[in-house]
């Protein structure tokens, strides 16, 4: 039998979601059976569940990546290299990825470098990929990689810590801001060569400031949203873009037009579903390459918060969003 998450209504998703059992799913043409090892709890998995409207007339599958075996291939099915019957593979983007066992498309299933863990090869592709978006985003500010700095804010998140390796790695000038002393603390454990600022001094914009030394903030990534974002306005250079990926802040963006207009600002909103309907097969399969060496040279950054059996999903999901935690959470579905 195969036991998967699904739920069939909106809400917290410690209430709605729930495992069902069915028959083990077989691959057809075009298709691989995976047995699934580690499944991660992305905060958007949840933020999609929270916002399903109204009540689904059939289950909607959770989860969007993990990481597991390859038990078949469907019939008369090309496959990319190194995906072969028992070798390690990671799927996203497969909607019902919480699952013990899933049948995916070719096109989803990506091998595994033997030097990756299960802990990492589960965020192989997702977080590594918002990383690249948002590298491509920034690139496209001509200051940037030049005179103008880089700001993002939440930089002791997953994603975070991805784009502080990728940086150093590329020798781009970067500001990391975080919310606390303690966080911030962490940081430079982590990357001690890069400036961390933290929210909970009053001034921490002008310690933004005196951090990049005169040069130009060209350009921000802010997950958070509310009036975090709107410091952020505040410190970018005119010409600047601020590059909005998540919505973690309750209160909206409150901004006046003026603001955009007298220092020509661009405000940009990107996620990851937007790349995947954007891109080229072409640049998906370039990204997927760029996301894998991610893994490979930061494999260290890949943090697991906390690990939990498919029974003690209502835990793993209330962890997934604690304030505080360090790293994604993973679930073993067995």
Known sequence: MNRRVVYTRGGLPADVLTVIEEPEPAPERGQVLIHTTAFTVHPGDLQAIEAHPGTAAQPVPAGMEATGVVEAIGPETRVAPGVEVGGRVTVFPHPGAWSQWIVADTEVVVAVPDELSDEVAAQMLANPLTTVMLRREAQEH?????????????????????????????????????????????????????????????????????????????????????????????????????????????????????????????????????????????????????????????????????????????????????????????????
């Open 142 to 334: 001509l200051a940037f990689g030049y005179e103008g700095f880089l700001v993002q804010t939440a930089a002791g998140s997953s994603v975070g810590r991805l784009v502080t390796g990728v940086s150093q790695f590329h020798n781009l000038a970067l500001v990391n801001v975080v919310r606390s002393e303690r966080g911030a603390a962490e940081l430079r454990k982590r990357f001690p060569d890069v400036p961390v600022v933290s929210t909970e001094h009053p001034g921490w914009a002008d310690e933004v400031r005196k951090a990049a030394a005169g040069r130009p903030v060209s350009v921000a990534f802010d997950p958070i949203g509310g009036k975090l974002a709107e410091s952020l306005l505040d410190l970018l250079t005119p010409g600047g873009k601020l590059v909005s990926y998540g919505l973690i802040a309750e209160e909206p963006i409150s901004l006046h037009a003026s603001t955009l207009l007298s220092k020509s600002l661009t405000l940009r909103g990107k996620n990851i579903g937007q790349w995947l309907s954007e891109a080229s097969a072409e640049r998906r399969a370039s990204d997927v390459a760029t996301a894998k060496q991610i893994a490979l040279g930061l494999k260290d950054q890949f943090d697991v918060a906390a690990t939990y059996g498919l029974g003690e999903l209502a835990n793993a999901v209330e962890h997934a969003v604690r304030p505080g935690k360090v790293g994604l959470v993973l679930v073993r579905p067995w």
